[in-house]
T-cell receptor, first 111, second 113 residues
Framework: GEDVEQSLFLSVREGDSSVINCTYTDSSSTYLYWYKQEPGAGLQLLTYIFSNMDMKQDQRLTVLLNKKDKHLSLRIADTQTGDSAIYFCAESALSTGKLIFGQGTTLQVKP | DTEVTQTPKHLVMGMTNKKSLKCEQHMGHRAMYWYKQKAKKPPELMFVYSYEKLSINESVPSRFSPECPNSSLLNLHLHALQPEDSALYLC????????????FGPGTRLTVL
């Protein structure tokens, strides 16, 4: 079945780059997503990548997709304290359109 | 505009109460979703509406009753809830069920006493 895995915690210093990793199992996924959730808030769509792309860049965010290894990463350049949040990776299941979420990675940014 | 709105922001209810959560979007999306989220966990899908018809019910107990009055509105009616139903309830919408990213609202924080 579909499964998405992420490491649970990442701590970086302000100004450094952060890399959050995700692996997925459904090779038929069409889109892969990154969402950000700040405490007490809903999920904010950060970016997404179509499964036939290798890379997508959007300002400080870079998404890399290795389809062979079913590995997705989100790089945040020049990480700021406002980037502290939980980051969820998600794949859309082709058969149902449902989002399959990873467990979320808590990013802690130290001043 | 990629905004999904939800009311109320917070709700406290007893186990015998009846209440409703409301969700609205004006992006012309034809799919709308209800999720339940416990602290530090990913959202769990509850219901999917596609073109105002219930498309997916993830075996949710009948004390949760969804309603889609029109293409912009989604309600979740609550009755005889249990304390374990306390959670953040998130609404989302997408272009349609099989296409487009899902955009989430800010959620309703529900506490059942």
């Amino acid at each position: 079945g579909e499964d998405v895995e992420q490491s649970l915690f990442l701590s970086v210093r302000e100004g450094d780059s952060s890399v959050i990793n995700c692996t997925y199992t459904d090779s038929s996924s069409t889109y892969l997503y990154w969402y950000k959730q700040e405490p007490g808030a809903g999920l904010q769509l950060l970016t997404y990548i179509f499964s036939n792309m290798d890379m997508k860049q959007d300002q400080r965010l870079t998404v890399l997709l290795n389809k062979k290894d079913k590995h997705l990463s989100l790089r945040i350049a020049d990480t700021q304290t406002g980037d502290s949040a939980i980051y969820f990776c998600a794949e859309s299941a082709l058969s149902t359109g449902k989002l399959i979420f990873g467990q979320g990675t808590t990013l802690q940014v130290k001043p | 505009d990629t905004e999904v709105t939800q009311t109320p922001k917070h709700l406290v209810m007893g186990m015998t109460n009846k209440k409703s959560l409301k969700c609205e979007q004006h992006m012309g999306h034809r799919a709308m979703y209800w999720y339940k989220q416990k602290a530090k966990k990913p959202p769990e899908l509850m219901f999917v509406y596609s073109y105002e018809k219930l498309s997916i019910n993830e075996s949710v107990p009948s004390r949760f009753s969804p309603e889609c009055p029109n293409s912009s509105l989604l309600n979740l009616h609550l009755h005889a809830l249990q304390p374990e139903d306390s959670a953040l309830y998130l609404c989302a919408s997408s272009q349609d069920r099989d296409r487009g990213a899902q955009y989430f609202g800010p959620g309703t924080r529900l506490t059942v006493l």
